[in-house]
């Protein structure tokens, strides 16, 4: 059931281990009980593609993903012929003596042969209501995507020329994310409801680590969380995210780890840091110098 207020959408999260704030509630609920489609910005890893998981499994919906790439056009994203098929009709309508071309065309291009795509997929009724569309990393397509989307967003309706215009009977939950990569044509943005989701602070860190790690100890949580807050202030190629603080603390669980140390953190580095770089960067004494800054700062909290 969609919620009815602010309050009920952070608990309707909540209740799938996806700790956020008001502000990112707000937007989410303003979204479900509007019906507009929901822009997510924000660093790579700090839960936008999480929240549309959460929503479907939330609201028992299903999950439509569109995982965007570089040369992504209308027809993947929407629908496919599968011509392999048709070549055996048509092969099949030959060997039985049936030449009239006019009707076999008609009759292989039809949705006996129609491979759906997400888009596509999202305009279809579905069991438990309205489908939740991912539309994830937006930012990796280029621009004649985004103008195909616009007719998709506005009207929820896709084209197909051999079959005439497709309309949800009832319009999918769209998220799309984006992590600023390139920015996103203002266009596409009017269309949506807009939201910068931000790595978070040190408590809600720690809610979220307790909500994804609850075997965690309550001292290692705390480490994990200051050390990564305290590393993402450095000059690295690429931040760890929300993300890598729970990989992370998944790893130091699984090796045993109680109390975070500069031999332990070079030893597990490549859980949170994904680049040669910043790793680099870490070695010797200064993985030292960020843990002690960690500790002091917890010590003064």
């Not at 070549?87 to 099949?92: G, H, L, T, V």
């Amino acid at each position: 059931m969609i919620p009815q207020s602010i309050d009920d959408t952070v608990n309707l999260l909540q209740g799938q281990d996806y700790i956020c704030g008001r502000d990112l509630a707000t937007v989410v609920f303003l979204a479900l009980k509007l019906g507009r489609p929901l822009f997510l910005e924000g660093e790579a890893g700090v839960g936008k593609t999480e929240i549309a998981k959460a929503l479907a499994a939330a609201l028992g919906r299903r999950l439509i993903r569109l995982q965007c790439y570089e040369g992504l056009d209308a027809a993947s994203a929407v629908y496919e012929w599968n011509f392999t098929q048709q070549m055996i009709a048509i092969r099949a309508a030959e060997a039985a003596g049936d030449v009239d071309r006019v009707a076999l065309t008609s009759d292989v291009f039809t949705e006996d042969y129609l491979n759906e795509r997400p888009l596509l997929e999202a305009m279809r009724p579905q069991p438990g209501g309205a489908p939740v569309l991912l539309i994830d990393e937006l930012d990796r397509t280029d621009e004649p995507f985004e103008a195909y989307l616009l007719e998709a967003l506005s009207d929820f309706q896709v084209t197909i020329p051999e079959l005439g215009t497709i309309t949800a009977p009832e319009p999918p939950i769209v998220i799309l994310t984006s992590n600023r990569t390139r920015e996103v044509h203002d266009a596409l943005k009017r269309r949506c409801l807009y939201h910068w989701v931000d790595y978070p602070g040190f408590e809600r860190e720690i809610e979220i680590l307790h909500a994804r790690a609850p075997e965690a100890a309550e001292a290692l949580s705390r480490e994990v969380v200051a050390f990564v807050q305290k590393l993402r202030t450095e000059d690295l190629f690429k931040k760890p995210g929300v993300a890598e603080t729970i990989d992370w603390a998944k790893c130091l669980l699984a090796l045993d780890i109680i109390s975070l140390s500069p031999e332990v953190i070079a030893d597990t580095l490549g859980a949170i840091l994904k680049y040669q770089d910043d790793i680099a960067k870490l070695q010797g004494s200064e993985a030292k110098r960020i843990l002690d800054d960690a500790k002091a700062g917890l010590e003064m909290a």
